[in-house]
Protein backbone atom coordinates (compact mmCIF):
# COMPACT_ATOMS: atom_id res chain seq x y z
CA UNK A 1 0.00 0.00 0.00
CA UNK A 2 1.04 3.62 -0.74
CA UNK A 3 2.47 5.76 1.87
CA UNK A 4 3.40 9.82 1.45
CA UNK A 5 6.40 9.36 0.23
CA UNK A 6 5.60 7.23 -2.91
CA UNK A 7 4.86 8.59 -6.30
CA UNK A 8 1.34 9.47 -7.87
CA UNK A 9 -0.02 10.13 -11.51
CA UNK A 10 -2.55 12.76 -11.61
CA UNK A 11 -3.95 13.21 -15.14
CA UNK A 12 -0.81 13.26 -17.45
CA UNK A 13 1.25 13.95 -14.41
CA UNK A 14 3.53 12.11 -12.39
CA UNK A 15 4.00 13.81 -8.51
CA UNK A 16 7.11 12.65 -6.35
CA UNK A 17 5.12 12.54 -3.28
CA UNK A 18 2.14 12.33 -2.34
CA UNK A 19 2.30 15.20 0.78
CA UNK A 20 0.47 18.12 -1.59
CA UNK A 21 0.28 21.62 -0.59
CA UNK A 22 -3.58 23.16 0.01
CA UNK A 23 -4.36 26.40 -1.43
CA UNK A 24 -3.42 29.19 0.72
CA UNK A 25 -4.90 32.91 0.59
CA UNK A 26 -1.82 35.07 1.92
CA UNK A 27 -2.53 38.35 0.80
CA UNK A 28 1.04 39.38 -0.79
CA UNK A 29 -0.40 40.77 -4.27
CA UNK A 30 -0.68 43.89 -5.56
CA UNK A 31 -4.07 46.11 -4.88
CA UNK A 32 -4.46 45.58 -8.52
CA UNK A 33 -3.98 42.15 -8.06
CA UNK A 34 -0.92 41.41 -9.83
CA UNK A 35 1.45 38.70 -8.54
CA UNK A 36 4.95 39.94 -6.73
CA UNK A 37 8.16 38.58 -6.63
CA UNK A 38 8.13 37.81 -2.95
CA UNK A 39 5.49 35.05 -4.25
CA UNK A 40 8.37 33.32 -5.98
CA UNK A 41 10.46 32.50 -3.14
CA UNK A 42 7.62 31.55 -1.19
CA UNK A 43 6.38 29.16 -3.69
CA UNK A 44 9.96 27.76 -4.61
CA UNK A 45 10.36 26.77 -1.00
CA UNK A 46 7.07 24.28 -0.88
CA UNK A 47 9.06 22.95 -4.48
CA UNK A 48 9.31 19.98 -2.31
CA UNK A 49 5.99 19.08 -2.12
CA UNK A 50 4.59 16.74 -4.83
CA UNK A 51 2.43 19.43 -5.65
CA UNK A 52 1.46 22.71 -5.19
CA UNK A 53 -1.92 24.18 -5.69
CA UNK A 54 -1.78 27.81 -5.47
CA UNK A 55 -3.78 30.17 -3.19
CA UNK A 56 -7.35 30.71 -4.89
CA UNK A 57 -6.68 33.36 -7.71
CA UNK A 58 -9.50 35.33 -9.10
CA UNK A 59 -11.00 34.96 -12.73
CA UNK A 60 -12.17 38.07 -13.11
CA UNK A 61 -12.70 41.69 -11.76
CA UNK A 62 -16.42 40.81 -10.93
CA UNK A 63 -15.41 37.63 -9.28
CA UNK A 64 -12.54 38.76 -6.23
CA UNK A 65 -13.04 40.30 -3.55
CA UNK A 66 -9.92 39.38 -1.25
CA UNK A 67 -7.60 42.17 -0.78
CA UNK A 68 -4.07 41.93 -2.26
CA UNK A 69 -5.57 38.67 -3.66
CA UNK A 70 -3.79 37.63 -7.13
CA UNK A 71 -5.38 37.99 -10.63
CA UNK A 72 -5.30 35.43 -13.73
CA UNK A 73 -7.63 37.61 -16.13
CA UNK A 74 -5.03 39.93 -17.40
CA UNK A 75 -1.46 39.45 -19.62
CA UNK A 76 -0.11 41.90 -16.95
CA UNK A 77 -1.18 39.27 -14.36
CA UNK A 78 -0.16 36.16 -16.12
CA UNK A 79 3.17 37.79 -16.83
CA UNK A 80 3.23 38.31 -13.44
CA UNK A 81 2.91 34.31 -12.60
CA UNK A 82 5.63 33.41 -15.31
CA UNK A 83 8.61 33.91 -12.75
CA UNK A 84 6.77 32.28 -9.80
CA UNK A 85 6.13 29.05 -11.97
CA UNK A 86 9.55 29.26 -13.13
CA UNK A 87 11.10 29.17 -10.18
CA UNK A 88 9.33 26.40 -8.91
CA UNK A 89 9.79 24.54 -11.81
CA UNK A 90 13.73 25.04 -11.37
CA UNK A 91 13.43 24.55 -7.58
CA UNK A 92 11.90 20.46 -8.83
CA UNK A 93 8.21 21.40 -8.02
CA UNK A 94 4.72 20.94 -9.93
CA UNK A 95 2.34 23.97 -9.59
CA UNK A 96 -1.46 24.10 -10.15
CA UNK A 97 -3.32 27.15 -10.26
CA UNK A 98 -6.50 27.55 -8.27
CA UNK A 99 -9.09 29.43 -10.63
CA UNK A 100 -11.63 31.56 -7.85
CA UNK A 101 -14.69 32.97 -8.07
CA UNK A 102 -16.57 34.28 -5.02
CA UNK A 103 -19.54 35.58 -5.90
CA UNK A 104 -21.90 36.99 -3.10
CA UNK A 105 -18.69 37.28 -0.49
CA UNK A 106 -17.24 40.07 -3.00
CA UNK A 107 -18.20 43.21 -1.32
CA UNK A 108 -19.33 46.07 -3.47
CA UNK A 109 -16.22 48.26 -2.83
CA UNK A 110 -14.27 46.15 -4.79
CA UNK A 111 -17.23 46.68 -7.63
CA UNK A 112 -17.45 50.13 -7.92
CA UNK A 113 -20.27 50.13 -5.39
CA UNK A 114 -21.94 47.13 -7.60
CA UNK A 115 -24.05 44.42 -6.14
CA UNK A 116 -21.88 41.03 -6.24
CA UNK A 117 -23.66 38.01 -7.75
CA UNK A 118 -24.47 34.77 -6.90
CA UNK A 119 -26.96 31.62 -7.65
CA UNK A 120 -29.98 33.94 -5.60
CA UNK A 121 -30.46 37.01 -3.77
CA UNK A 122 -28.70 35.97 -0.54
CA UNK A 123 -26.12 37.92 1.95
CA UNK A 124 -23.45 35.81 3.25
CA UNK A 125 -22.88 35.95 7.11
CA UNK A 126 -19.97 37.80 9.34
CA UNK A 127 -18.36 40.37 7.36
CA UNK A 128 -16.30 41.10 4.71
CA UNK A 129 -12.33 41.32 4.60
CA UNK A 130 -11.81 44.60 2.77
CA UNK A 131 -9.20 47.37 1.91
CA UNK A 132 -11.10 49.47 4.79
CA UNK A 133 -11.05 46.86 7.06
CA UNK A 134 -14.17 44.56 7.93
CA UNK A 135 -17.03 45.26 6.63
CA UNK A 136 -20.78 43.53 6.21
CA UNK A 137 -21.61 41.87 3.01
CA UNK A 138 -24.37 42.71 1.04
CA UNK A 139 -27.16 41.37 -0.59
CA UNK A 140 -26.18 39.72 -3.80
CA UNK A 141 -28.29 39.57 -6.83
CA UNK A 142 -29.01 36.33 -8.75
CA UNK A 143 -26.56 35.34 -11.54
CA UNK A 144 -29.09 35.54 -15.08
CA UNK A 145 -29.05 32.80 -16.91
CA UNK A 146 -28.02 34.81 -19.90
CA UNK A 147 -24.79 35.54 -18.29
CA UNK A 148 -23.53 31.94 -17.36
CA UNK A 149 -22.02 31.70 -20.90
CA UNK A 150 -19.56 34.91 -20.40
CA UNK A 151 -18.94 33.41 -16.58
CA UNK A 152 -17.86 30.06 -18.33
CA UNK A 153 -15.93 32.15 -20.61
CA UNK A 154 -13.93 33.67 -17.77
CA UNK A 155 -13.43 30.18 -16.11
CA UNK A 156 -11.66 28.91 -19.72
CA UNK A 157 -9.66 32.48 -20.20
CA UNK A 158 -8.42 32.24 -16.83
CA UNK A 159 -7.26 28.87 -17.17
CA UNK A 160 -5.90 29.51 -20.69
CA UNK A 161 -3.68 31.99 -19.25
CA UNK A 162 -2.70 29.66 -16.34
CA UNK A 163 -1.23 27.60 -18.63
CA UNK A 164 0.50 30.29 -20.77
CA UNK A 165 1.94 31.29 -17.88
CA UNK A 166 3.63 28.05 -17.25
CA UNK A 167 1.12 26.31 -14.76
CA UNK A 168 1.39 22.63 -15.00
CA UNK A 169 -2.71 22.97 -14.49
CA UNK A 170 -5.60 24.71 -12.72
CA UNK A 171 -8.10 24.13 -9.94
CA UNK A 172 -11.62 25.17 -10.23
CA UNK A 173 -12.22 26.15 -6.77
CA UNK A 174 -16.26 25.15 -6.30
CA UNK A 175 -16.07 24.79 -2.31
CA UNK A 176 -15.84 26.55 0.93
CA UNK A 177 -19.33 29.01 0.18
CA UNK A 178 -18.37 30.47 -3.03
CA UNK A 179 -19.88 30.99 -6.21
CA UNK A 180 -19.97 27.36 -7.30
CA UNK A 181 -20.50 25.88 -3.82
CA UNK A 182 -23.59 28.68 -3.79
CA UNK A 183 -25.11 27.61 -6.92
CA UNK A 184 -24.58 23.78 -5.60
CA UNK A 185 -26.07 23.89 -1.70
CA UNK A 186 -30.04 24.31 -0.87
CA UNK A 187 -29.64 27.20 1.55
CA UNK A 188 -27.49 29.38 -1.24
CA UNK A 189 -29.58 28.32 -4.28
CA UNK A 190 -33.45 29.15 -4.33
CA UNK A 191 -33.72 29.40 -7.91
CA UNK A 192 -36.75 27.70 -10.15
CA UNK A 193 -34.73 27.86 -13.23
CA UNK A 194 -32.28 24.81 -14.77
CA UNK A 195 -29.73 25.91 -12.22
CA UNK A 196 -31.87 25.71 -9.35
CA UNK A 197 -34.58 22.80 -7.05
CA UNK A 198 -33.12 19.32 -7.79
CA UNK A 199 -29.44 18.35 -7.73
CA UNK A 200 -29.34 17.33 -10.93
CA UNK A 201 -29.76 21.12 -11.55
CA UNK A 202 -28.10 22.72 -8.79
CA UNK A 203 -25.06 20.26 -10.00
CA UNK A 204 -25.13 21.87 -13.71
CA UNK A 205 -22.76 25.02 -13.18
CA UNK A 206 -20.12 22.67 -11.60
CA UNK A 207 -20.50 20.45 -14.86
CA UNK A 208 -20.08 23.17 -17.08
CA UNK A 209 -17.08 25.37 -15.36
CA UNK A 210 -15.31 21.74 -15.06
CA UNK A 211 -16.15 20.78 -18.95
CA UNK A 212 -14.74 24.25 -20.41
CA UNK A 213 -12.01 24.69 -18.44
CA UNK A 214 -11.21 20.76 -19.37
CA UNK A 215 -11.92 21.62 -23.31
CA UNK A 216 -9.88 24.92 -22.65
CA UNK A 217 -6.47 22.85 -20.97
CA UNK A 218 -7.26 19.56 -21.08
CA UNK A 219 -8.97 16.92 -18.48
CA UNK A 220 -5.77 15.88 -17.30
CA UNK A 221 -4.70 19.34 -16.53
CA UNK A 222 -7.88 20.25 -14.38
CA UNK A 223 -8.49 19.52 -10.64
CA UNK A 224 -11.56 20.65 -8.68
CA UNK A 225 -11.90 21.62 -5.11
CA UNK A 226 -14.91 20.67 -3.00
CA UNK A 227 -16.00 20.77 0.43
CA UNK A 228 -18.88 18.33 1.61
CA UNK A 229 -19.14 19.67 4.60
CA UNK A 230 -21.74 21.48 7.21
CA UNK A 231 -22.71 25.58 6.87
CA UNK A 232 -19.27 27.08 5.24
CA UNK A 233 -19.81 30.98 4.90
CA UNK A 234 -23.56 30.45 5.25
CA UNK A 235 -23.81 27.62 2.58
CA UNK A 236 -25.67 24.21 3.61
CA UNK A 237 -27.19 21.24 2.55
CA UNK A 238 -30.34 19.64 3.56
CA UNK A 239 -28.53 16.24 2.46
CA UNK A 240 -24.60 16.56 1.94
CA UNK A 241 -23.98 13.23 0.91
CA UNK A 242 -26.29 13.10 -1.95
CA UNK A 243 -25.45 16.45 -3.58
CA UNK A 244 -21.91 15.63 -3.35
CA UNK A 245 -21.39 12.12 -4.69
CA UNK A 246 -23.74 13.68 -7.99
CA UNK A 247 -20.99 16.37 -8.29
CA UNK A 248 -18.61 13.32 -7.77
CA UNK A 249 -20.38 11.83 -10.75
CA UNK A 250 -20.21 14.76 -12.63
CA UNK A 251 -16.61 14.91 -12.57
CA UNK A 252 -15.88 11.57 -12.66
CA UNK A 253 -17.82 11.94 -16.60
CA UNK A 254 -15.46 14.49 -17.27
CA UNK A 255 -11.86 12.57 -16.27
CA UNK A 256 -10.20 15.38 -14.12
CA UNK A 257 -7.28 15.00 -13.01
CA UNK A 258 -7.80 14.51 -9.46
CA UNK A 259 -10.41 15.65 -6.52
CA UNK A 260 -9.55 17.41 -3.68
CA UNK A 261 -11.70 17.23 -0.48
CA UNK A 262 -11.75 19.94 2.21
CA UNK A 263 -13.40 17.89 4.54
CA UNK A 264 -14.28 18.30 9.13
CA UNK A 265 -11.64 18.02 10.90
CA UNK A 266 -11.09 16.70 13.83
CA UNK A 267 -13.03 18.07 17.35
CA UNK A 268 -11.65 21.56 18.66
CA UNK A 269 -9.76 21.99 15.42
CA UNK A 270 -9.88 24.54 12.56
CA UNK A 271 -12.88 22.68 10.28
CA UNK A 272 -14.89 21.29 12.98
CA UNK A 273 -17.84 20.05 11.78
CA UNK A 274 -21.08 17.90 13.23
CA UNK A 275 -21.82 16.30 9.38
CA UNK A 276 -19.69 13.29 9.11
CA UNK A 277 -17.15 12.83 6.32
CA UNK A 278 -19.09 12.21 2.85
CA UNK A 279 -15.76 11.17 0.95
CA UNK A 280 -16.66 7.21 1.45
CA UNK A 281 -19.59 7.75 -0.56
CA UNK A 282 -17.59 10.27 -3.03
CA UNK A 283 -15.23 7.74 -3.39
CA UNK A 284 -17.39 5.02 -4.67
CA UNK A 285 -18.84 7.75 -7.29
CA UNK A 286 -15.04 8.90 -8.12
CA UNK A 287 -12.14 6.73 -9.17
CA UNK A 288 -9.54 8.65 -10.54
CA UNK A 289 -7.14 10.33 -7.81
CA UNK A 290 -8.87 11.84 -4.63
CA UNK A 291 -7.13 14.40 -2.20
CA UNK A 292 -8.08 14.80 1.86
CA UNK A 293 -7.33 17.97 3.48
CA UNK A 294 -7.99 18.71 6.66
CA UNK A 295 -5.79 19.26 9.86
CA UNK A 296 -3.84 15.67 9.04
CA UNK A 297 -0.64 15.38 10.73
CA UNK A 298 2.01 12.48 9.94
CA UNK A 299 0.64 9.88 11.49
CA UNK A 300 -2.98 10.21 10.70
CA UNK A 301 -2.13 11.32 6.89
CA UNK A 302 -0.46 7.95 6.34
CA UNK A 303 -3.65 6.37 8.01
CA UNK A 304 -6.06 7.63 5.32
CA UNK A 305 -3.44 6.20 2.76
CA UNK A 306 -2.95 3.01 4.56
CA UNK A 307 -7.05 2.78 4.86
CA UNK A 308 -7.01 3.57 0.84
CA UNK A 309 -9.72 6.38 2.36
CA UNK A 310 -7.86 8.87 -0.61
CA UNK A 311 -4.57 8.51 -2.61
CA UNK A 312 -3.25 11.68 -1.41
CA UNK A 313 -3.23 14.38 1.58
CA UNK A 314 -3.30 18.27 1.58
CA UNK A 315 -1.46 20.30 3.81
CA UNK A 316 -2.41 23.79 4.56
CA UNK A 317 -0.99 25.52 7.71
CA UNK A 318 1.43 22.86 8.51
CA UNK A 319 2.97 23.73 4.67
CA UNK A 320 2.43 27.75 5.64
CA UNK A 321 5.18 27.33 8.26
CA UNK A 322 6.99 24.01 7.30
CA UNK A 323 8.65 25.04 3.24
CA UNK A 324 10.26 21.55 4.09
CA UNK A 325 7.04 19.91 5.54
CA UNK A 326 8.04 16.34 3.43
CA UNK A 327 11.81 16.39 4.93
CA UNK A 328 10.42 17.22 8.55
CA UNK A 329 8.20 14.28 8.10
CA UNK A 330 10.20 11.96 6.55
CA UNK A 331 12.79 12.52 9.54
CA UNK A 332 10.07 12.73 12.25
CA UNK A 333 11.12 16.63 12.98
CA UNK A 334 8.69 18.83 15.16
CA UNK A 335 6.76 21.37 12.77
CA UNK A 336 6.59 25.04 13.56
CA UNK A 337 3.59 26.52 14.58
CA UNK A 338 2.14 29.30 12.64
CA UNK A 339 1.41 32.82 12.64
CA UNK A 340 -2.14 33.60 12.46
CA UNK A 341 -1.31 37.20 12.61
CA UNK A 342 0.57 37.57 9.16
CA UNK A 343 -1.77 34.87 7.75
CA UNK A 344 -2.77 38.13 5.50
CA UNK A 345 -0.44 40.47 5.56
CA UNK A 346 1.37 42.12 2.68
CA UNK A 347 5.25 41.63 3.98
CA UNK A 348 7.91 39.10 4.20
CA UNK A 349 7.66 38.23 8.29
CA UNK A 350 5.52 35.59 9.06
CA UNK A 351 5.77 34.66 4.45
CA UNK A 352 9.14 33.78 3.48
CA UNK A 353 10.70 33.85 6.99
CA UNK A 354 9.93 30.32 8.13
CA UNK A 355 12.90 28.45 8.48
CA UNK A 356 13.74 24.69 7.14
CA UNK A 357 14.58 22.55 10.05
CA UNK A 358 17.90 22.97 11.59
CA UNK A 359 18.14 26.71 10.86
CA UNK A 360 17.05 29.91 12.66
CA UNK A 361 14.66 32.50 11.61
CA UNK A 362 15.75 35.27 9.64
CA UNK A 363 14.11 37.84 11.59
CA UNK A 364 12.25 39.81 8.49
CA UNK A 365 10.42 42.64 9.60
CA UNK A 366 6.52 43.48 8.21
CA UNK A 367 6.45 45.49 5.06
CA UNK A 368 3.36 47.78 5.86
CA UNK A 369 0.62 47.66 3.02
Not at 5 to 32: H, K, S, Y
Not at 268 to 292: H, Q
Request: proline share 8%; charged share 20%; with cysteine.
Amino acid sequence: MPSLFDPIAVGAMLCPNRMFMAPLTRGRATREHVPTELMATYYSQRAGAGLIITEATGISRQGLGWPYAPGIWTAEQMRAWQPIVEAVHEAGGRIFCQLWHMGRVVHPSFLGGAAPVSASATTAPFKAHTYDGRRPYAEARPLRADEIPALLADYSRAAGLAIAAGFDGVQLHAANGYLIDQFLRSSTNLRDDDYGGPIGNRVRLLREAAQAIADTVGAERTAVRLSPNSETQGCEDVDPEALFTAAAAVLQEIGIAFLELREPGPEGTFGTSDVPPVSPAIRKAFKGPLVLNSDYVGETAEAALAEERCDAISFGRAFLANPDLPHRLAKGIELSPDDRTTWYSQGAEGYIDYPEAGRERTGLRQAQP
